[in-house]
């Protein structure tokens, strides 16, 4: 029994050494991506449920009926329960990250990026948890979000359990993005794209695999859970094609405009928030809660504003609002998205883009189909083709927002028209921000993922890696010290993002690494040379075009 004991183990070596060898093209990664899609599928569908159960808690109605349940409750219910989120919220974000900001889709494009697949799991978590007292207290964010946040939070620490090096913690990072996706949408095929296109942002071949297997392992843990439902029911469409294309592309240009009034909306309310702080010295923990009392307020008047929206959503979608009541609810959206983000409560901004386009479809159609009624179709189908089109937007994926749209609804008739949308705003709106939501935020700290590899993989090769002893590349004690009374100097923790033009602009060949021996007095611990800084930069490029073209 102990030999067969021994020899299982050994086999459970090898099996994990020829996974850290051949990565994801072993078969052993599929049944791991299988595990992970699994895992993550759960994790999607117990948030989604955890939400539902505390809605019902505090509310007594879920998101599908909760605007107009909200409607008839006692104002100090409605005015109150953000509050006491916001409470919440601060106080898990406090005591799980480092700075009170809850993390995003953004950490995890970022983690894959320059992380080897990695994000950090106590603020993940912490996160993920405050976007569940956000959602179910009367934030007005998404749930998505959160949900792909826990996805990288369990792909890391599979990552971290197998020894997994960069290809194979993207891999898995991608895996558990497209399982919690697919399952939160009931969208296996979008949930592999979502995963390709935006989080890993390449499709290479060798992903494809073990990404579609754990993507189709979280819609199937959804369908076993919540039931083979589509999220929104349409009515029948009708479209006349070759005609009415120039008013889905009209549409597409005003989606377009829409999701970045969105974005920059966020991004002022935050920069505006940040400044009050400044300015008055507000505690972090109180900022959650103000902006809770802020949406308290808005949702006495504007109660669809509170949770996912996804009634709201349904009600566009099957021309269950007026004009004015689509285009009013539209901007009160905006806002109360923006003051949550700004207030850190946390959550996703894919669901709001969704009702922010269904809403702007519905009125967009409604014109269309008073001012042109022979020739267009209904109003619901545009407003169909507007959520896909601000959401594609805003993520930055318009393939995948696209086959979301279509998995979400079941209907593949509308498609035509829904691609020409998609494809014009995403096109319009990348040329208005920095591609999309994500990669403006990640730019807003300063780190440029958007340029690409040929960008961010330089902050990725820290100087302490390439410092050799001065006398190795010929830096003498003298040279070294006229170079540091410049001001020509590195330390260990500098990336090549500064090196690189610091070599270009002096005009040097080798530049010394410098240590703090006491305040102002700095020693020379070692040298880098311009050629090795190249190199460095050479292979990391090469690895990355090996990967992606695998």
């Given at each position: 029994?102990?030999?067969?004991?021994?020899?299982?183990?050994?086999?459970?070596?090898?099996?994990?050494?020829?996974?850290?060898?051949?990565?994801?093209?072993?078969?052993?990664?599929?049944?791991?991506?299988?595990?992970?899609?699994?895992?993550?599928?759960?994790?999607?569908?117990?948030?989604?449920?955890?939400?539902?159960?505390?809605?019902?808690?505090?509310?007594?109605?879920?998101?599908?009926?909760?605007?107009?349940?909200?409607?008839n409750?006692?104002?100090?219910?409605?005015?109150?329960?953000?509050?006491?989120?916001?409470?919440?919220?601060?106080?898990?974000?406090?005591?799980?990250?480092?700075?009170?900001?809850?993390?995003?889709?953004?950490?995890?494009?970022?983690?894959?990026?320059?992380?080897?697949?990695?994000?950090?799991?106590?603020?993940?978590?912490?996160s993920?948890?405050?976007?569940?007292?956000?959602?179910?207290?009367?934030?007005?964010?998404?749930?998505?979000?959160?949900?792909?946040?826990?996805?990288?939070?369990?792909?890391?620490?599979?990552?971290?359990?197998?020894?997994?090096?960069?290809?194979?913690?993207?891999?898995?990072?991608?895996?558990?993005?497209?399982?919690?996706?697919?399952?939160?949408?009931?969208?296996?095929?979008a949930?592999?794209l979502?995963?390709?296109?935006?989080?890993?942002?390449?499709?290479?071949?060798?992903?494809?695999?073990?990404?579609i297997?754990?993507?189709?392992?979280?819609?199937?843990?959804?369908?076993?859970?919540?039931?083979n439902?589509?999220?929104?029911?349409?009515?029948?469409?009708?479209?006349?094609?070759?005609?009415?294309?120039?008013?889905?592309?009209?549409?597409?240009?005003?989606?377009?405009?829409?999701?970045?009034?969105?974005?920059?909306?966020?991004?002022?309310?935050?920069?505006?928030?940040?400044?009050?702080?400044?300015?008055?010295?507000?505690?972090?923990?109180?900022?959650?809660?103000?902006?809770?009392?802020?949406?308290?307020?808005?949702a006495?008047?504007?109660?669809?504003?509170i949770?996912?929206?996804?009634?709201?959503?349904?009600?566009?979608?099957?021309?269950?609002?007026?004009?004015?009541e689509?285009?009013?609810?539209?901007?009160i959206?905006?806002?109360?998205?923006?003051?949550?983000?700004?207030?850190?409560?946390?959550?996703?901004?894919?669901?709001?883009?969704?009702?922010?386009?269904?809403l702007?479809?519905?009125?967009?159609?409604?014109?269309?189909?008073?001012?042109?009624?022979?020739?267009?179709?209904?109003?619901?189908?545009?407003?169909?083709?507007?959520?896909?089109?601000?959401?594609?937007?805003?993520?930055?994926?318009?393939?995948?927002?696209?086959?979301?749209?279509?998995?979400?609804?079941?209907?593949?008739?509308?498609?035509?028209?829904?691609?020409?949308?998609?494809?014009?705003?995403?096109?319009?709106?990348?040329?208005?921000?920095?591609r999309?939501?994500?990669?403006?935020?990640?730019?807003?700290?300063?780190?440029?993922?958007?340029?690409?590899?040929?960008?961010?993989?330089?902050?990725?090769?820290?100087?302490?890696?390439?410092?050799?002893?001065?006398?190795?590349?010929?830096?003498?004690?003298?040279?070294?010290?006229?170079?540091?009374?410049?001001?020509?100097?590195?330390?260990?923790?500098?990336?090549?993002?500064?090196?690189?033009?610091?070599?270009?602009?002096?005009?040097?060949?080798?530049?010394?690494?410098?240590?703090?021996?006491?305040?102002?007095?700095?020693?020379?611990?070692?040298?880098?040379?311009?050629?090795?800084?190249?190199?460095?930069?050479?292979r990391?490029?090469?690895?990355?075009?090996?990967?992606?073209?695998?």
């Amino acid at each position: 029994m102990r030999i067969r004991g021994l020899r299982g183990a050994q086999r459970g070596r090898d099996a994990l050494r020829s996974l850290r060898q051949r990565g994801p093209g072993a078969i052993q990664f599929w049944a791991i991506a299988l595990v992970v899609g699994v895992i993550a599928g759960l994790a999607a569908v117990g948030f989604r449920l955890s939400i539902d159960w505390l809605q019902e808690t505090f509310y007594g109605a879920t998101d599908v009926e909760l605007a107009s349940y909200a409607a008839n409750l006692p104002w100090q219910i409605v005015l109150g329960m953000p509050i006491a989120g916001g409470l919440a919220v601060a106080l898990i974000l406090r005591f799980t990250t480092p700075d009170g900001r809850p993390h995003s889709v953004a950490h995890v494009i970022e983690g894959a990026a320059m992380r080897e697949g990695r994000v950090d799991t106590r603020a993940g978590l912490g996160s993920t948890a405050a976007s569940l007292v956000t959602l179910s207290t009367g934030g007005s964010t998404g749930r998505e979000g959160p949900v792909v946040l826990l996805a990288g939070v369990i792909s890391t620490w599979v990552a971290r359990l197998i020894h997994a090096d960069g290809i194979t913690g993207r891999e898995l990072l991608g895996c558990a993005t497209a399982a919690a996706v697919a399952a939160s949408f009931n969208a296996p095929i979008a949930g592999a794209l979502f995963a390709l296109e935006v989080v890993l942002r390449h499709f290479a071949v060798h992903a494809f695999a073990p990404i579609i297997i754990a993507s189709v392992a979280g819609a199937v843990i959804a369908r076993l859970t919540v039931g083979n439902v589509t999220e929104f029911v349409l009515p029948d469409p009708t479209l006349a094609f070759y005609v009415e294309l120039p008013a889905f592309m009209l549409l597409g240009l005003i989606s377009g405009l829409v999701a970045a009034v969105m974005i920059w909306s966020i991004f002022a309310a935050e920069d505006i928030g940040d400044a009050i702080q400044r300015r008055t010295g507000l505690p972090g923990w109180m900022r959650p809660m103000l902006a809770g009392a802020m949406l308290g307020g808005i949702a006495l008047a504007f109660p669809h504003i509170i949770g996912v929206g996804y009634e709201t959503t349904s009600r566009a979608l099957t021309e269950g609002l007026f004009l004015w009541e689509a285009v009013v609810f539209a901007a009160i959206k905006v806002l109360a998205v923006a003051i949550t983000m700004a207030g850190r409560m946390g959550g996703g901004v894919f669901s709001p883009s969704l009702m922010l386009g269904a809403l702007t479809g519905l009125a967009f159609g409604l014109l269309a189909t008073s001012i042109f009624p022979s020739v267009s179709g209904t109003a619901g189908l545009y407003a169909l083709a507007g959520m896909g089109a601000v959401a594609a937007a805003v993520l930055g994926a318009p393939i995948s927002t696209a086959l979301i749209v279509f998995e979400m609804t079941g209907d593949w008739q509308a498609g035509l028209g829904v691609l020409v949308a998609v494809s014009l705003s995403s096109a319009l709106c990348s040329r208005l921000v920095v591609r999309s939501f994500f990669l403006t935020q990640i730019e807003r700290r300063g780190v440029h993922v958007a340029a690409g590899p040929q960008e961010y993989l330089m902050a990725t090769i820290t100087v302490g890696r390439l410092a050799a002893p001065p006398d190795a590349v010929g830096l003498t004690p003298e040279q070294a010290e006229r170079l540091v009374g410049k001001g020509a100097f590195l330390r260990r923790s500098d990336t090549l993002e500064r090196a690189l033009p610091l070599f270009d602009r002096l005009g040097v060949s080798v530049l010394p690494v410098v240590e703090e021996q006491a305040p102002g007095v700095l020693q020379t611990v070692g040298a880098v040379t311009h050629v090795a800084a190249l190199k460095a930069y050479a292979r990391a490029l090469a690895a990355t075009a090996r990967e992606e073209h695998s």
